[in-house]
């Protein structure tokens, strides 16, 4: 069966929500029947989209659950949703070694949620209990608002579906950094043990405050800590570690 992280390929069957998929490049291709896809299975939780999980017993027919490519069977949906994109498994994508190849294995070790952050950077969380409730745009504000004032600033998307418009906002509102769930190797974060997930936030969290602050060997001092003024700011949405 299949796992969270698993890289497959695909074939378009018909087109439904979906109509374009989230390449590498960040462009939003258009696709068609009988296109091949790769993507990765993953779980959803969207309320005002779909809800869907990878499946638990063999299936040939699957669906796009989300623009950034997570692959999965749709378990309910909106009264406004159309009907899903169908795919169908044509193969799993493998390494040198014969092993499916899954997004999760090439994030690093994990490590113990500690509540720290590395620098002193000041963490600033936009929460809410659902999709489209102003979370991410609240973040792109307030980011927008401390560049303003002089701040550097990162942006982290925590929870979610991958796909990259949150992050592209944030960047398009002055965040000088900007990460997502998707670079610990997740595609989605729905279903994730709440110690996994704690572990890539503390891993996200000191990355990000490292990059934003001053480099070189003076970057603790009194008056860098003065000069680098930093602030994070998180999108994190708590309804997405239901199980």
């Given at each position: 069966m299949p796992r969270a992280g698993d890289v497959a390929?695909?074939?378009?069957?018909?087109?439904?929500?979906?109509?374009?998929?989230?390449?590498?490049?960040?462009?939003?291709?258009?696709?068609?029947?009988a296109d091949r896809i790769l993507a990765a299975f993953g779980n959803r939780y969207a309320t005002g989209q779909y809800e869907g999980h990878v499946p638990t017993a063999p299936t040939e027919q699957l669906h796009i659950l989300g623009q950034g490519g997570a692959i999965g069977l749709v378990k309910s949906a909106h009264s406004t949703m159309p009907k899903p994109t169908i795919v169908k498994l044509l193969g799993y994508a493998v390494d040198a070694q014969g092993q499916v190849i899954n997004t999760k294995y090439y994030s690093r070790a994990p490590v113990r949620f500690s509540g720290d952050v590395p620098t002193g950077a000041r963490v600033i969380l936009s929460l809410g209990s659902s999709m489209d409730s102003g979370k991410t745009t609240t973040a792109g504000y307030v980011a927008r608002s401390?560049?303003?004032?002089?701040k550097t600033v990162a942006y982290l998307k925590l929870t979610g579906t991958v796909f990259t418009k949150d992050m592209d906002f944030n960047k398009?509102?002055?965040?000088?950094f900007v990460s997502d769930f998707s670079q610990m190797g997740f595609p989605s974060t729905y279903l994730c043990?709440?110690?996994?997930?704690?572990?890539?936030?503390?891993?996200?969290?000191?990355?990000?405050?490292r990059r934003t602050c001053c480099s070189g060997t003076g970057a603790s001092s009194p008056?860098?800590?003065?000069?680098?003024?930093?602030?994070?700011?998180?999108?994190?949405?708590?309804?997405?570690?239901?199980s």
């Open positions: 390929l695909f074939e378009v069957v018909s087109v439904g929500k979906h109509s374009h998929i989230e390449v590498v490049t960040r462009r939003q291709a258009q696709i068609f029947p401390l560049k303003q004032i002089g398009d509102c002055g965040a000088d043990e709440i110690p996994t997930a704690s572990s890539w936030k503390s891993r996200m969290v000191s990355i990000s405050a008056r860098c800590r003065a000069s680098c003024s930093r602030a994070v700011t998180a999108s994190a949405r708590s309804a997405e570690f239901n």
